[in-house]
């Protein structure tokens, strides 16, 4: 054997090694979650809200938490729908291929993308204080938002950008307006949205930072877009803070109940983009 | 049919991709010290098959080759053959050139420094003699250490010919080398093979039927993925046994 | 007036004036954390906030020293972790394995990236703390809590694994596979074509990838805060807490507005991060865009 061939097992046996360290991480880290978060749950946890004495071990659960991040999720994701799908559409229909317009447009949000949480929540908060708000439920959607119109921008824009130009052509042929096509481009990329929709949401239900600003705590599930209102995030950021081991405990299992909802987003997300691949022109 | 000792020698070759069968039950034997080009219409097979040659194409997904090739009788693809020191054995010529992303200079040294050449001085009489043997020293020998992708694209493609060189080949494999240069950075390198098949075995990849008419000693016409007829050049073109390969010639087929 | 027209004609303002303030964000962020640091902006001075350790929120005392040597060391932990270690897996991934494991491996590496950043943290205190306090730091030091930069690093450096590996794996894919095979066809092995051409190629996308990296890693808030031990001293060792800003800042944001300054100091180093992070941000894309054009 020579040199060079030495050489190339070396770096082989290297790059197996790395790549087991790395795969291998992410199963260590399930696996903590899961058996230390198991032991930990009780049905509880997903159904009751703190009672008294809560933080000092006893009974009751995160359910105000996890109603909080549902909420945030689904209120954010919905008001970044509003504002993403438009910018999309035009950014591939309205601004012609290749304008410099598109691609600086393009170019903020790969830079807005790469912002930290905790910038878009000390911002969050400036806007909040500007205004006279209070930290609130409705704070909290707002700042999150923020948080994944870049998210959602970035992953239809992908979809969007790949539809064949035959098909607006033919919508064009046809006589349609650049609105008309439009909507048939966002039909043809529905599962497109659905993906990025999921992306969006195990990113906002996971963020902590943004929330910490905005959102407030508290052990009440909210009735009113302005009251304060708990996370999830928050509440295993809070619990495993606590010097009483049955609070901490409590975080654990918190860890597994927003690691099982990421993980089902994960998987859904995988499974439409998957779809959606198949029934591509 | 043709007598002379094969170079290579391909025996009984399938080649699928995914499900496509691209190459069928091919049997060629491809003669020592002349040039044999492969002719047929776009997407005959032609250049899969130049590629199980140096076995380039096995980095490809979902490609199944079955069958022999045989290199001075060695089969590149037994299970213990040596992939590494077969590729030294062949300089291929792409499309397109490729010049490596270093100077001139470092484009024709790379290969004799990779099979263990240190000796500055080695290096730099190798590297004059292949640009020499490429007709580009005269061209290059006061910029060996700018980048070579600022040459021009027919001067690129002498270059990755002298790269190829510099390992000291048995044989050169091109794949339309000429499809991207402007006519008279065709003619030289035309002019360059003419040269070089007193050393070497060429094997060529063609759709310009002029152009395999100009340099080859051999031809394979080639027709979905099976070689119809093989024979030497002027009794191919001039009087074809095959119906199909008299359509093609004739420009019935492409 | 053709009323369809007129609809085409008033959709695409509405559009426009969605894209267009939609960018305006990145601007609007930069004026709104600028606006609240101006109060410290003239009472301290930029060198000051930036170059003084004295943190004494209570006496009017900010100098951010310790905490942007607690970031830095958090991220060049997690950097000099995380890209040997991502730079062979994503050559492994995009190079030698076949087809079917990368198939496996892939969307594994992309659960990576989903998994939130509290959980992260809970790991880390379960396990890298422990680990580092009671195996790793009594080799070095007398003694460590384990809540330290090397844990904020490890964690870190996990959290940005699949980052750099998405990254690199475009960058690979966008260099040419003849220039590969001009390579190997002169008898180069596998690993000389990669040593040689591929990662040469991929120099400038490297780079940008790393500089992605360090800028998520400087952003990155609650796991770090979790495992750092948030001491706000500079660190002198790995096995020492340190105290970077985004912890800084999520810690202390409870009591920023009943100290006077506080909560414009705070501001002010959210300033600093957004600052930082555009620039490098903006530096890499633009490096990666011209790279993938190049190539098309």
């Given at each position: 054997?020579?040199?060079?061939?030495?050489?190339?097992?070396?770096?082989?046996?290297?790059?197996?090694?790395?790549?087991?360290?790395?795969?291998?991480?992410?199963?260590?880290?399930?696996?903590?979650?899961?058996?230390?978060?198991?032991?930990?749950?009780?049905?509880?946890?997903?159904?009751?809200?703190?009672?008294?004495?809560?933080?000092?071990?006893?009974?009751?659960?995160?359910?105000?938490?996890?109603?909080?991040?549902?909420?945030?999720?689904?209120?954010?994701?919905?008001?970044?729908?509003?504002?993403?799908?438009?910018?999309?559409?035009?950014?591939?229909?309205?601004?012609?291929?290749?304008?410099?317009?598109?691609?600086?447009?393009?170019?903020?949000?790969?830079?807005?993308?790469?912002?930290?949480?905790?910038?878009?929540?000390?911002?969050?908060?400036?806007?909040?204080?500007?205004?006279?708000?209070?930290?609130?439920?409705?704070?909290?959607?707002?700042?999150?938002?923020?948080?994944?119109?870049?998210?959602?921008?970035?992953?239809?824009?992908?979809?969007?950008?790949?539809?064949?130009?035959?098909?607006?052509?033919?919508?064009?042929?046809?006589?349609?307006?650049?609105?008309?096509?439009?909507?048939?481009?966002?039909?043809?990329?529905?599962?497109?949205?659905?993906?990025?929709?999921?992306?969006?949401?195990?990113?906002?239900?996971?963020?902590?930072?943004?929330?910490?600003?905005?959102?407030?705590?508290?052990?009440?599930?909210?009735?009113?877009?302005?009251?304060?209102?708990?996370?999830?995030?928050?509440?295993?950021?809070?619990?495993?803070?606590?010097?009483?081991?049955?609070?901490?405990?409590?975080?654990?299992?918190?860890?597994?109940?927003?690691?099982?909802?990421?993980?089902?987003?994960?998987?859904?997300?995988?499974?439409?983009?998957?779809?959606?691949?198949?029934?591509?022109? | 049919?043709?007598?002379?000792?094969?170079?290579?020698?391909?025996?009984?070759?399938?080649?699928?991709?995914?499900?496509?069968?691209?190459?069928?039950?091919?049997?060629?034997?491809?003669?020592?010290?002349?040039?044999?080009?492969?002719?047929?219409?776009?997407?005959?097979?032609?250049?899969?098959?130049?590629?199980?040659?140096?076995?380039?194409?096995?980095?490809?997904?979902?490609?199944?080759?079955?069958?022999?090739?045989?290199?001075?009788?060695?089969?590149?693809?037994?299970?213990?053959?040596?992939?590494?020191?077969?590729?030294?054995?062949?300089?291929?010529?792409?499309?397109?050139?490729?010049?490596?992303?270093?100077?001139?200079?470092?484009?024709?040294?790379?290969?004799?420094?990779?099979?263990?050449?240190?000796?500055?001085?080695?290096?730099?009489?190798?590297?004059?003699?292949?640009?020499?043997?490429?007709?580009?020293?005269?061209?290059?020998?006061?910029?060996?250490?700018?980048?070579?992708?600022?040459?021009?694209?027919?001067?690129?493609?002498?270059?990755?010919?002298?790269?190829?060189?510099?390992?000291?080949?048995?044989?050169?494999?091109?794949?339309?080398?000429?499809?991207?240069?402007?006519?008279?950075?065709?003619?030289?390198?035309?002019?360059?093979?003419?040269?070089?098949?007193?050393?070497?075995?060429?094997?060529?990849?063609?759709?310009?039927?002029?152009?395999?008419?100009?340099?080859?000693?051999?031809?394979?016409?080639?027709?979905?993925?099976?070689?119809?007829?093989?024979?030497?050049?002027?009794?191919?073109?001039?009087?074809?046994?095959?119906?199909?390969?008299?359509?093609?010639?004739?420009?019935?087929?492409? | 007036?053709?009323?369809?027209?007129?609809?085409?004609?008033?959709?695409?303002?509405?559009?426009?004036?969605?894209?267009?303030?939609?960018?305006?964000?990145?601007?609007?962020?930069?004026?709104?954390?600028?606006?609240?640091?101006?109060?410290?902006?003239?009472?301290?001075?930029?060198?000051?906030l930036?170059?003084s350790s004295e943190w004494k929120p209570s006496k009017?005392q900010f100098g951010f020293a310790a905490f942007?040597?607690?970031?830095?060391?958090?991220?060049?932990?997690?950097?000099?972790?995380?890209?040997?270690?991502?730079?062979?897996?994503?050559?492994?991934?995009?190079?030698?394995?076949?087809?079917?494991?990368?198939?496996?491996?892939?969307?594994?590496?992309?659960?990576?990236?989903?998994?939130?950043?509290?959980?992260?943290?809970?790991?880390?205190?379960?396990?890298?703390?422990?680990?580092?306090?009671?195996?790793?730091?009594?080799?070095?030091?007398?003694?460590?809590?384990?809540?330290?930069?090397?844990?904020?690093?490890?964690?870190?450096?996990?959290?940005?694994?699949?980052?750099?590996?998405?990254?690199?794996?475009?960058?690979?894919?966008?260099?040419?596979?003849?220039?590969?095979?001009?390579?190997?066809?002169?008898?180069?092995?596998?690993?000389?074509?990669?040593?040689?051409?591929?990662?040469?190629?991929?120099?400038?996308?490297?780079?940008?990838?790393?500089?992605?990296?360090?800028?998520?890693?400087?952003?990155?808030?609650?796991?770090?805060?979790?495992?750092?031990?948030?001491i706000p001293e500079?660190?002198?060792?790995?096995?020492?807490?340190?105290y970077?800003?985004?912890?800084l800042?999520?810690?202390n944001?409870?009591?920023?507005?009943?100290?006077?300054?506080?909560?414009?100091a705070?501001?002010?180093?959210?300033?600093?991060?957004?600052?930082?992070?555009?620039?490098?941000?903006?530096?890499?894309?633009?490096?990666?865009?011209?790279?993938?054009?190049?190539?098309?």
């Amino acid at each position: 054997m020579n040199k060079r061939k030495i050489e190339e097992t070396f770096f082989k046996g290297l790059m197996h090694a790395a790549t087991i360290v790395i795969v291998g991480s992410l199963f260590l880290i399930l696996w903590t979650v899961v058996s230390k978060g198991f032991h930990a749950f009780n049905w509880d946890m997903v159904s009751k809200v703190p009672e008294g004495g809560f933080y000092i071990g006893k009974g009751g659960g995160i359910l105000n938490a996890i109603i909080g991040s549902v909420y945030i999720t689904v209120g954010s994701a919905l008001l970044g729908l509003v504002i993403s799908i438009p910018v999309v559409l035009y950014l591939n229909v309205y601004s012609k291929k290749g304008s410099r317009f598109a691609s600086a447009t393009r170019l903020a949000f790969d830079v807005l993308f790469g912002i930290p949480s905790i910038v878009y929540g000390a911002f969050g908060f400036t806007i909040m204080v500007f205004f006279g708000l209070k930290t609130s439920l409705l704070a909290g959607i707002i700042t999150v938002t923020l948080l994944i119109i870049p998210i959602l921008v970035r992953a239809m824009d992908e979809v969007v950008r790949v539809i064949p130009f035959e098909l607006s052509d033919a919508a064009y042929s046809l006589g349609a307006t650049r609105w008309e096509t439009a909507k048939v481009l966002l039909r043809q990329s529905v599962p497109g949205i659905i993906t990025a929709l999921l992306l969006s949401f195990g990113r906002a239900i996971g963020d902590a930072a943004c929330v910490l600003f905005t959102a407030g705590y508290t052990d009440n599930i909210p009735t009113s877009l302005h009251q304060p209102t708990a996370t999830l995030p928050l509440a295993i950021f809070f619990q495993l803070s606590s010097p009483i081991p049955e609070v901490q405990e409590r975080a654990y299992a918190a860890a597994l109940i927003l690691t099982v909802i990421v993980l089902i987003i994960s998987i859904a997300a995988k499974y439409f983009s998957k779809k959606f691949s198949k029934n591509k022109i | 049919m043709i007598n002379l000792a094969p170079h290579i020698s391909v025996k009984n070759l399938n080649v699928y991709i995914g499900d496509a069968h691209i190459l069928k039950n091919i049997s060629i034997d491809i003669p020592d010290k002349k040039v044999t080009s492969f002719i047929g219409p776009s997407g005959c097979g032609k250049t899969t098959l130049l590629k199980t040659f140096n076995r380039l194409l096995d980095r490809q997904n979902d490609v199944r080759i079955e069958g022999q090739v045989l290199v001075d009788g060695e089969d590149l693809y037994g299970k213990d053959t040596e992939v590494t020191h077969i590729r030294k054995k062949m300089g291929l010529l792409s499309q397109r050139p490729f010049p490596l992303p270093m100077s001139i200079y470092d484009n024709i040294a790379y290969g004799p420094r990779i099979h263990g050449i240190k000796n500055k001085k080695k290096l730099n009489e190798l590297v004059e003699h292949h640009l020499r043997s490429t007709a580009l020293w005269d061209e290059v020998k006061d910029r060996l250490h700018s980048p070579a992708t600022r040459l021009s694209i027919g001067q690129q493609q002498r270059l990755c010919l002298a790269r190829g060189l510099a390992v000291e080949p048995e044989i050169i494999l091109g794949d339309e080398p000429t499809s991207a240069l402007d006519p008279v950075s065709t003619q030289r390198i035309e002019e360059l093979f003419l040269q070089l098949k007193d050393k070497y075995t060429l094997v060529l990849v063609t759709h310009i039927l002029r152009q395999a008419r100009r340099v080859s000693d051999y031809i394979a016409f080639i027709y979905m993925g099976e070689i119809i007829e093989f024979g030497l050049t002027e009794e191919l073109l001039l009087n074809p046994k095959e119906q199909l390969t008299k359509d093609y010639i004739k420009g019935f087929i492409s | 007036m053709n009323i369809r027209i007129v609809k085409d004609k008033a959709v695409k303002n509405i559009f426009l004036l969605l894209t267009v303030s939609s960018v305006l964000l990145v601007v609007l962020i930069f004026i709104g954390l600028y606006y609240k640091s101006v109060p410290i902006l003239h009472s301290t001075s930029l060198s000051h906030l930036l170059f003084s350790s004295e943190w004494k929120p209570s006496k009017a005392q900010f100098g951010f020293a310790a905490f942007i040597a607690g970031t830095l060391w958090v991220t060049l932990i997690a950097i000099v972790i995380a890209l040997p270690l991502s730079l062979l897996c994503a050559i492994y991934l995009s190079q030698y394995a076949p087809r079917r494991l990368t198939r496996f491996l892939n969307p594994l590496i992309d659960l990576l990236s989903g998994i939130p950043p509290v959980v992260y943290g809970v790991w880390g205190v379960l396990v890298v703390v422990p680990f580092i306090q009671e195996h790793v730091a009594p080799h070095f030091v007398e003694y460590s809590s384990g809540y330290s930069v090397l844990a904020g690093g490890v964690v870190l450096a996990i959290m940005i694994f699949p980052l750099i590996i998405n990254i690199l794996g475009e960058v690979f894919a966008n260099v040419p596979k003849e220039l590969s095979e001009a390579s190997l066809s002169i008898g180069a092995t596998q690993w000389q074509t990669i040593k040689y051409v591929l990662l040469k190629k991929s120099r400038p996308g490297i780079v940008a990838a790393v500089v992605l990296a360090i800028s998520r890693a400087f952003g990155e808030t609650i796991a770090v805060l979790m495992v750092c031990g948030n001491i706000p001293e500079s660190p002198h060792s790995v096995f020492d807490s340190c105290y970077p800003l985004p912890a800084l800042i999520a810690n202390n944001y409870g009591e920023m507005m009943s100290v006077p300054l506080y909560d414009s100091a705070l501001m002010f180093a959210a300033l600093i991060l957004f600052v930082i992070i555009f620039l490098f941000n903006a530096g890499s894309r633009i490096i990666l865009n011209r790279l993938e054009r190049r190539m098309n």
